[in-house]
């Protein structure tokens, strides 16, 4: 499901789900963990992550794992891991980024993304709520009134937006990346190391007030959770009732 090659001192890391639009599960995330480690362990000067087919990646898998605590701390712990490797890493957006596939997107230093892909966040449509770095993290990549509509109106983000807003650094496809990724490779190692500690301090791995912490636990755990899943099951609009 997930696949890895080096061409000199770039690895290219697919996610390959494509009969799921490359929706996140533990195996995925399991197999994302563990390029990422062997790439640096290999000597990598640079990393493109990317997606097979047409999607970059759907969000979490739907079909039960999202909704698993289990799977949602393995999920935020493995973003964690790639925000924190020592090289540069590119998203390569070949299609939409939605959900969990934005935070992967979102974990990395860089962003290519193809004319035609978008970027979203459409958690409250499904009664779900998304963890305090996602939130803050947006902000930062998108600015404040930009994050609202994405989170609170579920409006996706265009390559052409976000290439204005400076969320996605360039538009342009996988070749386009990977190229940029080899001149990143030949730039100073620690000089670059210093800028990725610098810019991801921008507060998103703060620790997040109790109060804030509570209300993203009532979403998970309210009825809304279960409607929304089973409106989904059964191909009909949800009826969430805040309970």
């Known amino acids: 499901m997930i696949h890895s090659h080096a061409e000199g001192s770039v690895t290219t890391i697919e996610l390959d789900r494509q009969d799921k639009r490359n929706a996140l599960n533990e195996d995925m995330v399991d197999g994302l963990g563990k390029a990422f480690a062997d790439a640096v362990d290999a000597g990598a000067r640079a990393i493109v992550v990317t997606g097979r087919g047409s999607v970059f990646s759907a969000g979490a898998d739907l079909s039960g794992p999202v909704y698993d605590p289990a799977f949602l701390e393995k999920l935020i712990a493995t973003l964690r891991e790639i925000e924190s490797v020592p090289v540069p890493v590119i998203a390569a957006l070949n299609g939409s980024a939605l959900g969990a596939g934005l935070q992967l997107a979102m974990a990395a230093d860089l962003r290519v993304m193809a004319p035609d892909a978008l970027a979203g966040i459409p958690a409250a449509k499904i009664g779900v709520a998304v963890d305090e770095w996602t939130i803050r993290r947006l902000v930062s990549l998108v600015g404040a009134g930009q994050a609202r509509g994405m989170l609170i109106g579920c409006d996706p983000l265009s390559a052409d937006r976000a290439h204005a807003l400076g969320f996605a650094n360039r538009i ?7 190229h940029w990724a080899s001149t990143i490779a030949d730039l100073a190692p620690l000089t670059l190391q210093h800028y990725k500690l610098v810019l991801n301090g921008d507060g998103a791995r703060d620790d997040a007030p109790a109060d804030r912490q509570a209300a993203m636990r009532r979403a998970w755990e309210s009825e809304d959770v279960v409607e929304g899943r089973a409106a989904r099951s059964e191909k009909r609009k949800p ?5």
Do not use: H, R, S
Not at 172 to 178: I, K
Not at 239 to 243: A, I, L, R
């Open 172 to 178: 342009g496809d996988l070749t386009d990346a990977q």
């Open 239 to 243: 009826e969430f009732t805040g309970k």
